[in-house]
């Protein structure tokens, strides 16, 4: 049974850190290229990081960009989002999707517009004092 679980959401002060995880289960994540979404109450989803299975290229939204840290272990089947100095606009659901074909879009915000083939249930990212 093919399973991708998020885990490591929480509440965080302004300014801290937190460390997501997206676990594979049933598929090995070598192959397929990983986004991160989020999506906040009354907002679209937002595509706010992708890593691609070939080179381990990596994109990232400008409201992250140099604050949050994409990367993949393929030993522990696993891909993480480093979150730093965390703002309050970054409370939101948090979900990671893959899919075999490694996407690639000069128009960054056109990554949520691709059909990934695999979904995380999500996890809560609340930023608050």
């Known amino acids: 049974q093919l399973q991708f679980v998020e885990s490591g959401g929480g509440l965080v002060q302004p300014g801290g850190s937190l460390r997501l995880s997206c676990a594979a289960s049933g598929f090995s994540l070598n192959y397929y290229g990983i986004g991160w979404f989020r999506q906040a109450p009354g907002k679209e989803r937002e595509v706010i990081s992708v890593?691609?299975?070939?080179?381990?290229?990596?994109n990232y939204a400008d409201s992250v960009k140099g604050r949050f840290t994409i990367s993949r272990d393929n030993a522990k089947n696993t891909v993480y989002l480093q979150m730093n100095s965390l703002k309050p606009e970054d409370t939101a659901i948090y979900l990671c999707?893959?899919?075999?074909?490694?996407?690639?879009?000069?128009?960054?915000?056109?990554?949520?517009?691709?059909?990934?083939?695999?979904w995380g249930q999500g996890t809560q990212v609340t930023v608050s004092s």
């Open positions: 890593i691609s299975s070939s080179s381990g290229s990596t």
């Open positions: 999707a893959a899919d075999e074909y490694n996407y690639f879009f000069p128009l960054f915000s056109d990554y949520a517009k691709a059909p990934w083939k695999y």
